[in-house]
């Protein structure tokens, strides 16, 4: 039981990197020697879900044995604060079909909801954890902004481990990696105004720094440095121009940008229009910087799959321009397979992630299986694309009806 809450701990508080190979071993022994006895609702639960998100192929059996002859989750259970708690985060990491885990998530968010709404002597510390933990799961959270609330918890009399040193490390941690990132954060501003960015670009939307802690979600670690700020730099050129072709461009110039993008040359830059050229240099000074870190690195091979994709993305918004054009609505399937599967983004991230980084650390094996188009990464593509169109028109008509009343008065 202490072993679980520790391991949660470290997690928590963005440590966990440095004790990869000491949890794994950890987690195997759990696994392995578990008996499936004598374990409450807040243990279970835990225990399920850090072998989980682990990859362990842990049983739902523990979740079955809270049921009562009806079917339905025991009466008691929801007066087991922490363990309602531990059974909400742990539902959050269910396969489909696994509708037992659905039902706990259901049962656990209406009593944690009710325990906040009628239940005046709760710990403050815990009161917390719930309303963060219903606001942004921890599963569904960013590592370093998960971090930095649990910093706040784990400090407070009242939080469910007391651990001074692991609490001391973990701070020292935190400060320690906010300088390193920000320093990469003032590297990537200078260049930006090293190529006059704003002046070379002013239709398009300022997002450096949102480019850059995209890429603090996937990694944050010191080790990833390199990785992290030419990743960023593939983001803002892909922002770029996404903005130059919606915002910029007309068809007949993206449509000659986009043709000079599946080159990649220099001697191209010749052949666009002068309103696209600022857009192409971009894009070739980012990819010439790219090879000549792979070149150090002795990852070249890694430099055409992040090529292939940047031109992907190219083809897709000239298609969806086209669309727009000519006036026509695709259906759905169409918009996805035509489009959306692109530029929902998740390709061009995959494509792009091992940019930077030593050939020990990633095979051409990984990149194949990454850019295999398999049906996880549409999936993902097409929620984040769904999800991002649902989002762009709730901004657009918002805009449109106060543009509209601004107008009117």
């Not at 802690?213 to 990743?231: D, Q, S």
Request: aromatic share 12%; net charge negative; proline share 2%.
């Amino acid at each position: 039981a202490d072993k679980l809450r520790l391991i949660d701990a470290v997690q928590r508080l963005g440590v966990g990197y440095h004790f990869e190979a000491e949890i794994e071993e950890a987690l195997e022994d759990l696994f392995t020697n578990f008996d499936g006895r004598g374990t409450d609702l807040y243990h279970a639960a835990l225990r399920f879900r850090l072998l989980r998100q682990q990859g362990f192929p842990v049983s739902l059996d523990g979740f079955r044995k809270l049921k009562n002859s009806e079917g339905r989750f025991k009466e008691w259970l929801s007066r087991d604060e922490q363990g309602l708690l531990s059974l909400y985060e742990a539902a959050h990491i269910a396969f489909d079909g696994e509708d037992i885990l659905d039902e706990a998530l259901s049962f656990a968010t209406k009593n944690l909801k009710s325990i906040l709404l009628t239940n005046k002597n709760i710990n403050n510390a815990f009161q917390r954890q719930i309303d963060f933990a219903l606001l942004v799961p921890a599963w569904k959270c960013v590592p370093r902004s998960l971090a930095r609330h649990s910093l706040d918890f784990y400090s407070d009399q009242g939080a469910l481990l007391q651990n001074q040193k692991l609490l001391t490390f973990a701070k020292l941690d935190f400060n320690m990696l906010q300088s390193f990132h920000k320093q990469e954060l003032r590297e990537l501003s200078e260049w930006w105004k090293s190529i006059d960015g704003a002046t070379n670009f002013p239709y398009a939307r300022d997002r450096l720094v949102e480019c850059y802690f995209w890429i603090i979600c996937i990694y944050f670690e010191p080790k990833y440095r390199v990785a992290r700020v030419l990743n960023a730099k593939i983001y803002i050129v892909l922002t770029t121009l996404n903005d130059t072709c919606d915002n910029f461009g007309t068809y007949e110039e993206v449509q000659a940008l986009v043709k000079a993008i599946q080159r990649l040359d220099a001697r191209a830059l010749d052949e666009l229009p002068d309103r696209m050229k600022n857009m192409y240099r971009l894009t070739l000074n980012v990819y010439d910087e790219i090879e000549e870190e792979a070149e150090k690195t002795g990852s070249t091979f890694i430099v055409e799959y992040a090529k292939e994709e940047y031109k992907k993305i190219a083809r897709a918004y000239l298609k969806k321009i086209g669309w727009c054009t000519e006036g026509q609505v695709p259906t759905v399937e169409e918009y996805l397979i035509e489009s959306g599967y692109v530029t929902g983004g998740m390709p061009i991230v995959c494509g792009s992630a091992f940019v930077g980084m030593r050939a020990d650390i990633v095979t051409r094996e990984a990149f194949e299986w990454a850019n295999n188009e398999s049906k996880m990464f549409r999936s993902g593509s097409a929620i984040c694309r769904i999800q991002n169109d649902i989002f762009t028109y709730k901004v657009i008509i918002f805009v449109y009806y106060l543009t509209k009343d601004s107008q009117s008065t």
